[in-house]
């Protein structure tokens, strides 16, 4: 039986060699697509991002703000995304607003910061806001002047207690006054760069990596998915006779099922490493390439990314082989598997991120195995082990292989009677 098996095994491997080339042709226009669909999305968030920066006047007539203040805004990375900050003269501040050249302009008084430390009556710093200006975006800019007022008032109780406590204790009015100065310094470095005070955390569901990335992790899970569909020929089923023929040796559904799991598992497997293949050549040819899309600065990472994949495979195939039993031949095959990929591939982020899917659509595709797959993908390229994601995955596999067992068993069942 055994013997028997083997030799049909490599019938099955020979069928899967002879339509890779097919496999590649069909691999290669979706890849286009998906590259284009990546480059496209990246090139419209990042001119979206320029576009809408906030142009922010400021007027300094503190002299403490116009030789720290300045510097510390423009070299912040959390302002300097979002503002971008001109100084210039309550003039041209002004002017600047009538003519929508700036979206806001904070005007500071002299000897501002003495003031807030006690030590002048200046008065608060005034935000002048364009005419056009709705009102949630006034109340958002107030809110933010109020909020950094506020922070820098507190900082000055610090400020001022330290002193007085160092006087209490007898220290020398020299020594008083180099504490206020480190300490106004320090606190106003923590008022102002907040990625010194709090924790960052993404938001935007492409854990970490950059869209280019991200979409990079998601086709080559979509391309393991539509690949089936040059599988359509393998998988189409054999003769009943030969079926009869093969059971009659001992081959029966869960021997079928596993030679036709093994085929379509040799045919992503060549997709896949060709994949590495390509890459590998792209590191040793542009290295600084490698580094500045995939952010793959050793073989080691690459390699690192490519084992991490090699369980997707094994779902992959799985999946694309339950399909196909699903349906009643080839062609319902082709459909199901486009059907069902491009619902699980949408629900699991695989075409839109799922930070921007509705509520309920993300519950769903949580739980679908399209999601496991480009997470523990996107875990490779980050260089991030996710054994806990891969164990889910390899038991998706599992359970979608008996499932076609049972399907196969079940179809020969029903055609005895």
């Not at 990079?216 to 998915?225: E, N, R």
């Not at 390439?289 to 080691?300: G, L, N, P, S």
């Not at 991120?353 to 980050?382: D, H």
Request: overall charge neutral; charged content about 20%; some cysteine.
């Amino acid at each position: 039986m055994w013997k028997l098996f083997r030799k049909f095994l490599g019938l099955e491997g020979k069928r899967a060699l002879k339509i890779l080339p097919q496999y590649y042709l069909g691999t290669a226009l979706l890849v286009t697509l998906f590259a284009v669909v990546a480059l496209a999305g990246n090139a419209a968030l990042t001119k979206e991002e320029k576009e809408d920066r906030v142009e922010i006047a400021l007027v300094m007539h503190d002299t403490y703000l116009k030789n720290y203040g300045m510097d510390v805004l423009q070299s912040a990375a959390s302002a300097s995304s979002v503002f971008r900050f001109s100084e210039v003269t309550e003039e041209e501040a002004m002017q600047g607003l009538k003519d929508g050249t700036y979206d806001g302009a904070m005007v500071f008084p002299k000897d501002y910061v003495a003031s807030v430390f006690g030590d002048g009556e200046s008065g608060p710093a005034k935000f002048y806001e364009p005419s056009s200006m709705n009102s949630l975006d006034q109340g958002l800019m107030e809110g933010l002047i109020e909020v950094g007022t506020n922070l820098i008032a507190v900082s000055s109780s610090y400020v001022v207690g330290a002193v007085e406590i160092a006087g209490e204790y007898g220290v020398e009015q020299k020594a008083r006054e180099a504490l206020q100065n480190d300490m106004e310094m320090y606190l106003a470095a923590r008022v102002i760069n907040r990625e010194d005070t709090f924790v960052k955390a993404d938001a935007s569901d492409t854990d970490g990596q950059t869209l280019f990335q991200y979409y990079f992790c998601a086709g080559i899970v979509m391309l393991l998915m539509l690949g089936g569909v040059a599988c359509g020929t393998l998988l189409k089923g054999d003769a009943r006779s030969l079926e009869d023929q093969l059971a009659m040796h001992g081959i029966k559904s869960p021997l079928l099922a596993l030679a036709r799991y093994i085929a379509v598992l040799l045919l992503f497997f060549m997709f896949y490493t060709t994949v590495f293949v390509l890459l590998y050549l792209m590191w040793l040819g542009k290295p600084v390439t490698m580094e500045k899309y995939f952010a793959i600065t050793k073989f080691a990472e690459l390699r690192n990314w490519y084992c991490a994949g090699l369980p997707i495979l094994v779902l992959a195939a799985a999946l694309v082989l339950l399909v196909y039993m699903f349906a009643a031949n080839q062609i319902g095959g082709i459909m199901l598997l486009f059907l069902l990929t491009a619902l699980m591939g949408y629900a699991s982020g695989c075409i839109v991120p799922s930070a921007y899917l509705p509520k309920a659509v993300r519950s769903i595709g949580r739980y679908l195995p399209t999601y496991t797959m480009l997470r523990v993908s996107v875990g490779g390229l980050r260089q991030r082990a996710e054994w806990a994601r891969t164990g889910i995955l390899l038991l998706e596999a599992l359970v979608a292989w008996l499932a076609t067992v049972g399907l196969m068993s079940w179809n020969r069942w029903r055609e005895q009677r």
